[in-house]
C-alpha cells in the first residue's frame, strides 16, 4: 500500500522560501573587495537572489547548465548558491588558489558557460583565457564602480544585471534527484574529479547536519564558516543557516588574516565557526599576540585535516569555548562524523574529554560506516583494529561527473557492496568514535589544500642526477601536513637539499615546494612495484622539518 502523505520534492529553493517568510529580519553580513561591511536581511536575500534567476535566464542559461563561481565567501556567493540551483542550474564553485591549469581543466571538464567571478579573480581569468574555449560570459561580483579592466570579450557587471532585472520569479519545481552543485576534488590521485551533489542529498544534508549532536544550528547563533564556499559548500553552512535563520558572518577574502576574523567576531556577535586547522592556529596566535579574546564564541568546528590538540586546549583554556573535530569528504557533502559526547561521559575528566575531541566524532545520522582489512573482511569497533574507512549514505557521491558509476569499475569510488570507499585508513571505538590513523591515497593536505605528490615526484626525477624520488606528507605545526621530498641519487652523484629545492623553484607551485628534503641509498617498494608510501610514512614518522 502507498501511503497518503504528500511527496512533496526536496527543493534547495525551499529553503530560501521558508527563510523569507520566517526570518525577514535575520541578517548576513559579509566583507566583500567594494564594501568592508556590507548587511542585508533575509528579505533582501530573497528579492535579490529572484533577480538573480531572471538575470541567468536572461544570459541564456537553461535547466542543468553548469554555472562556474570563483568566490570569496560573501552574499553574492549566497546568492548565486540559491539562485543557480533554484532556478535548475547547476552551482559549480571552484576553487580559485587551485593551479591555474587545473582551474582551466575544471571549468572546461564541467563545461561551464558562464563564469561568476569575484574582481580579485580577474587576473586568473585573464591569463586563462585562451584555455577556456566554452565560456562564454563572464560576470564580475561588483558594482559599476568597482569593475575592472578587461581585455576579454564578454565581461558584466554583477550589480548592474541585477538591476536591470525584475524581482518576480517563482522557483521551480522538479525532481529531487536533479543536480544542484558541483565541487571538483583534487583529493584523488591524476586530473581533479567532479562530485555531483542534488536538491536531495543537500538537503537532507542540511537537515542531519543541524541535528543538536550535529552543529546544533539555531536562530539564537550567528555564524561565521570560514571554510570557503568553493570547499564543499562551506560545510553545509549556506543551507543549514537559512533553514533555522542562523545570522550569517561571510568574511570574504580575509578569511586568513587573524585580525580581520576578531574583529568580525566580537563586532557581530559571533557564537559559532568552523574551519580547518590552519585557520584557527593563526587566529589563536593573533589573539594571543594582541591579548585579545572573542567573548561571545562558543564553539568552533574544525575538519578537512586532523586537529592538533594544542587548538582544543588552547581554545578552551584562554577563551572559553569548545571545539567540535569532524571528518568529511567532498564526496561526503562533507558531513560524515562529528564530536558530541554520549551520555555516561558527563563525570569524564577534562582529559578525557580533549582525548575524545582529538578522534573525529562520531557518525551522523544518514551515514554508515565500517572498517575492513586487505580482504575486505569487516573489523570490530574496538578502538584499535584498524583498517579502509567506507562509508554510504543519502549524501555520499556513487561516482565522478563524466566517469563510470559502475560500482567496482576503476573510475567508480563505490564497491560491489554499495560502500564508497573513502581512501582513509581508521579506527573505530566501541562508543563509535571514528580515529584516522593514516591515508591510503598519497596526497598531502597542507592548510586544506591538496598538493599532489605524483607532481613534485616527477617534477624532481627530472633532475639528470636524481635516480627516483617519493613525497609524503608529514606532520607541520602550521600546515598540519607539509611535503617531504626522499630521493635516491644515481650512482656515484650527489646533490644538497638546496640544490634540489633550487632546481625544483621554477617547476612548481610555492606551495607545493618540498619543506625538506632527505636522501637514501633505496626506497621501499611494494610486492606490485609501487613505492611503499605506508613504509616511508613509519620511518620518517618522527621527522620534523627544518624550517618548522
Ligand atoms: P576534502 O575532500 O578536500 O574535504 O578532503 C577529505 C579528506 O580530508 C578525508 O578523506 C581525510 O583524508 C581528510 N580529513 C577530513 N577531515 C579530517 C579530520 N578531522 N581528521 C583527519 N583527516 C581529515
Not at 623553484?505 to 606490485?528: C, N, Q, R, S, W
Request: charged content about 20%.
Amino acid at each position: 500500500m502507498q501511503a497518503l502523505m504528500m511527496n512533496t520534492p526536496l527543493m534547495i529553493s525551499s529553503i530560501l522560501k521558508h527563510a523569507e517568510k520566517n526570518f525577514p529580519q535575520v541578517e548576513m553580513v559579509s566583507v566583500t573587495v567594494d564594501n568592508p561591511r556590507h548587511r542585508q536581511n533575509f528579505k533582501t536575500f530573497a528579492r535579490r537572489s529572484r533577480q538573480l534567476a531572471n538575470v541567468l535566464e536572461s544570459l541564456g542559461a537553461k535547466f542543468g547548465d553548469r554555472i562556474g563561481t570563483l568566490a570569496w565567501n560573501d552574499y553574492r556567493h549566497m546568492e548565486l548558491y540559491y539562485a543557480v540551483s533554484g532556478a535548475g542550474m547547476i552551482c559549480h564553485t571552484i576553487n580559485p588558489r587551485l593551479f591555474p591549469e587545473q582551474v582551466a581543466y575544471i571549468i572546461n571538464h564541467a563545461e561551464d558557460k558562464i563564469l561568476f567571478v569575484d574582481a580579485l579573480v580577474m587576473p586568473l581569468i585573464e591569463a586563462l583565457k585562451e584555455h577556456l574555449p566554452k565560456v562564454e560570459t563572464v560576470v564580475v561580483l561588483t558594482d559599476k564602480a568597482h569593475m575592472p579592466e578587461s581585455s576579454l570579450p564578454n565581461v558584466l557587471c554583477y550589480e548592474e544585471l541585477l538591476e536591470a532585472q525584475s524581482d518576480d520569479y517563482d522557483w521551480p519545481e522538479f525532481d529531487e534527484n536533479t543536480a544542484s552543485g558541483m565541487c571538483y576534488t583534487s583529493g584523488t590521485t591524476g586530473n581533479p574529479k567532479g562530485v555531483v551533489y542534488s536538491h536531495r542529498s543537500t538537503l537532507l544534508h542540511a537537515l542531519s547536519g543541524a541535528l543538536p549532536d550535529v552543529t546544533g544550528a539555531s536562530n539564537l547563533q550567528t555564524t561565521l564558516p570560514v571554510v570557503p564556499m568553493f570547499h564543499v559548500n562551506a560545510w553545509g553552512a549556506p543551507y543549514a543557516a537559512l533553514m533555522v535563520g542562523t545570522k550569517l558572518v561571510l568574511p570574504g577574502p580575509k578569511m586568513a588574516d587573524g585580525e580581520t576574523l576578531t574583529d568580525l567576531m566580537v563586532s557581530e556577535e559571533v557564537t559559532v565557526t568552523s574551519g580547518v586547522p590552519t585557520i584557527w592556529m593563526a587566529l589563536l596566535d593573533y589573539l594571543e599576540s594582541s591579548n585579545k579574546t572573542i567573548p561571545s564564541l562558543e564553539r568552533v568546528s574544525v575538519g578537512g585535516a586532523a586537529c592538533p590538540r594544542s587548538i582544543i586546549e588552547r581554545f578552551r583554556d584562554q577563551h572559553n569555548c569548545t571545539v567540535v573535530q569532524g571528518w568529511g569528504m567532498t564526496e561526503t557533502s562533507p558531513l560524515g562524523t562529528v564530536f558530541a559526547l554520549k551520555k555516561g561521559m558527563e563525570d569524564y575528566s577534562t582529559e578525557q574529554i580533549t582525548d575524545l575531541q582529538c578522534l573525529q566524532g562520531r557518525g551522523v545520522f544518514g551515514i554508515e560506516m565500517c572498517i575492513v582489512d586487505e580482504n575486505n573482511e569487516e573489523l570490530p569497533w574496538d578502538g584499535v583494529a584498524s583498517g579502509a574507512l567506507k562509508v554510504r549514505g543519502n549524501w555520499v557521491a556513487k561516482g565522478y561527473y563524466g566517469l563510470s558509476d559502475e560500482p567496482g569499475s576503476e573510475d567508480c569510488p563505490v564497491d560491489e557492496k554499495g560502500w564508497f570507499q573513502t581512501g582513509d585508513v581508521a579506527a573505530i571505538t566501541p562508543e563509535g568514535y571514528l580515529q584516522i590513523t593514516d591515508r591510503t591515497k598519497d596526497v598531502i593536505k597542507s592548510g586544506g589544500e591538496w598538493i599532489s605528490s605524483i607532481e613534485i615526484e616527477n617534477a624532481a626525477v627530472n633532475h639528470p642526477d636524481i635516480a627516483e624520488a617519493a613525497v609524503i606528507g608529514r606532520y607541520h605545526p602550521k600546515w598540519t601536513e607539509r611535503p617531504l621530498l626522499i630521493v635516491v641519487m644515481q650512482e656515484g652523484k650527489s646533490l644538497s637539499s638546496e640544490a634540489v629545492s633550487d632546481f625544483l623553484k621554477d617547476k612548481l607551485h610555492k606551495m607545493a615546494m618540498p619543506d625538506g628534503v632527505e636522501f637514501i641509498d633505496e626506497l621501499p617498494h611494494t610486492a606490485t612495484g609501487k613505492i611503499n608510501k605506508l613504509a616511508l610514512r613509519e620511518t620518517y614518522q618522527d621527522y620534523k622539518f627544518p624550517a618548522a
